[in-house]
Structure formats: structure tokens, C-alpha cells
């Protein structure tokens, strides 16, 4: 992925993460996501895959797509 998408995705997650009131930390009891993996997305220093996309979405309460919702 074009780094610049990377970091757009990583802000966007962050600012709809926090406007929902949702901690990094809320993210220790799901399965395939990490605190870390949060924190290393949210730092535009990992991807993610599809199924971990959805997994996050669904944590914050989203559509996959309004995370990818950056332009």
C-alpha cells in the first residue's frame, strides 16, 4: 500500500476510534487484533488485511469502508 494511504487510513482510524470513545485497550479481548497492531496502524507503521479490516471495523462500530474513507 502507497505510504501515503497507509498514514491517511491510520488517521482516520484514529479520529473515528476516538470520536466513539473507544481505547486502544478495548481491542485486548479480540481475537486477531492487538493493542500493538492498533497502536502500529494507528502509526502508519503495519497494514492490515482484509479480515483484521473488518474485525476493527466492527469494534469501532463502522462499515470497513468509512475507514477507508479518507480523500
Known amino acids: 500500500m502507497n505510504k501515503i494511504y497507509l498514514q491517511k487510513f491510520a488517521k482516520n482510524l484514529k ?4 470520536e ?3 481505547k ?3 481491542f485486548l479481548n479480540v481475537e486477531g487484533i ?3 497492531l ?3 496502524v494507528e ?8 479480515s483484521k479490516l473488518k474485525i476493527i471495523a466492527d ?5 470497513p469502508k468509512d ?3 479518507f480523500d
Not at 479520529?15 to 476516538?18: D, L
Not at 502509526?43 to 482484509?50: E, G, H, M
Not at 469494534?59 to 462499515?63: A, E, I, T
Open 67 to 69: 475507514l477507508l474513507d
Open 34 to 36: 492487538s493493542r500493538s
Open 59 to 63: 469494534v469501532v462500530g463502522v462499515k
Open 15 to 18: 479520529k473515528i476510534r476516538k
Open 38 to 40: 492498533v497502536s502500529m
Open 43 to 50: 502509526t502508519a507503521k503495519s497494514d492490515i488485511t482484509l
Open 24 to 26: 486502544q485497550d478495548d
Open 20 to 22: 466513539k470513545g473507544i
